[in-house]
């Protein structure tokens, strides 16, 4: 009898596509939901890991540009009013402000240095909005899948029973596959989830310091403006 449960056991087939093509519709639907959250979670990841090289790329070209002592209104006039990079805005920002703030006899509006920093933090805003864009998919895609396996899992184990109770048998032959599938899902949602945690993770901690950047060298020009202001 052993034998033969072993042998019946050995025909099934245990790889995905099998146990999918075995699993219920809602089991299949939960499968279906993981696979396309963890493409979608990575193409977050290597979406923002390409954007924010690219932003410190760019950020440390423009730092390079600004203190290389090449003055300020030479600057402005080559990179124009529309920048590309997120450094260049944020002084773009500021210089256009500045301008403004000039009267048509060359004085100053009072208010000046207020209105610069508004402006830039503006600009660093947009750019926040801009860098953390699609992060919250991934805190989603970490937090719900486990759940949403889980939630396979337990229909699958519901239905390996209800297996079992219509062919009043309880071998390996009977009971293995509908714990294979059901298992299926939980693994599937971990499979979604745990890059999902360690790359948001990530690339929170790398947003937040390309915005400590951008704060600082806002802070650097506004401490300029203000010197030339009081000069």
Not at 25 to 38: C, D, E, R, W
Not at 209 to 230: C, H, N, P, V
């Amino acid at each position: 009898m052993e034998a033969e449960t072993l042998a019946m056991a050995q025909e099934i087939d245990f790889s995905f596509w099998g146990l999918f093509a075995r699993a219920t519709f809602t089991v299949k639907l939960v499968v279906i939901m993981l696979i396309a959250a963890s493409f979608w979670s990575w193409s977050i990841i290597v979406m923002k890991l390409i954007l924010y090289r690219r932003a410190r790329a760019e950020a440390e070209e423009f730092d390079q540009a600004f203190w290389s002592g090449e003055p300020l209104d030479e600057l402005f006039e080559k990179i124009g009013p529309a920048p590309s990079g997120a450094s260049e805005k944020i002084f773009a920002a500021g210089m256009m402000e500045w301008r403004r703030s000039h009267r048509d006899d060359g004085g100053l509006i009072p208010g000046a240095t207020a209105r610069i920093d508004r402006s830039m933090d503006v600009a660093i805003n947009k750019e926040a909005e801009y860098l953390r864009n699609g992060l919250t998919v991934l805190a989603t895609v970490g937090s719900s899948t486990p759940f949403i396996g889980l939630f396979g899992t337990v229909i699958g184990i519901m239905n390996a029973f209800v297996e079992i109770a219509a062919q009043q048998n309880t071998n390996l032959a009977v009971v293995a596959p509908g714990i294979a599938e059901a298992l299926m899902a939980t693994g599937l949602g971990l499979l979604a989830a745990i890059p999902a945690v360690i790359f948001y993770n990530k690339l929170m901690a790398d947003c937040d310091k390309i915005l400590a950047g951008y704060e600082a060298f806002a802070d650097e020009f506004a401490t300029i403006l203000s010197r030339q202001l009081d000069s």
